[in-house]
C-alpha cells in the first residue's frame, strides 16, 4: 500500500502549464457560473460576449478557450493560480473591471444565486479588492444599472 502511494506522488512531478491573464480570467468566469451548480446558456453566452469584448478573438477561439477554461476548473483545487496571475499583470481598475464581469455572469440568467454571490467575494478578495470595489461592482452590474 505504501508503494502505491508513493507511486501516486512520484507522478505528479509534471509542471503546470503557464496561465494567461485571458485563461485565468476566462476559468474564473466560468467558476461564477458554475457556483449554483446549473450550466444556464445565458451565461455561458454572456462569458463569451465578456471575453470577444476582451480579446477580440473568433467565436471559434472563444469557444476553445471557455472549453479550456472549463477542464482547468474541474483539474484545480482551488482558484489562487488563477489569480495570482492577474494579480501580477493587472492593475487595480483592470482587477475591478473583472469584478463587474463577474457579477454580469452570476446576473446573466435573471437570478442571482448566494453561491454566486459568496464565489464572487471570494475572487475578489483573491484580487485584493477591497470590499467597496465588490458592492460598486456588483451595483455597476446590476441589471437595474442598465437601465
Not at 507511486?7 to 449554483?36: G, Y
Not at 451548480?37 to 455561458?44: C, M, T
Not at 471575453?51 to 477580440?56: D, E, F, V
Not at 477542464?71 to 501580477?88: G, K
Request: aromatic residues 6%.
Amino acid at each position: 500500500m505504501l508503494d502505491q502511494i508513493m507511486a501516486f506522488f512520484a507522478n505528479k512531478t509534471e509542471v503546470p502549464l503557464a496561465l494567461t491573464v485571458d485563461e485565468s480570467a476566462a476559468v474564473l468566469l466560468i467558476e461564477v457560473m458554475l457556483a449554483d451548480n446549473e450550466i444556464d446558456r445565458r451565461e455561458r453566452d454572456c462569458i463569451s460576449d465578456i471575453l470577444a469584448r476582451r480579446t477580440g478573438d473568433t467565436p471559434a477561439a472563444i469557444a476553445a478557450c471557455i472549453d479550456l477554461a472549463v477542464e482547468r476548473r474541474h483539474a484545480s483545487s482551488d482558484l489562487f493560480q488563477f489569480t495570482t496571475v492577474l494579480n501580477s499583470q493587472w492593475s487595480e481598475t483592470e482587477r475591478f473591471e473583472l469584478i463587474v464581469d463577474l457579477w454580469r455572469v452570476a446576473y446573466a440568467d435573471g437570478r442571482l444565486d448566494k453561491y454566486e454571490d459568496h464565489r464572487i467575494r471570494r475572487v475578489a478578495d483573491l484580487l485584493h479588492l477591497h470590499h467597496s470595489h465588490f458592492i460598486r461592482a456588483k451595483a455597476a452590474a446590476s441589471p437595474s444599472a442598465a437601465q
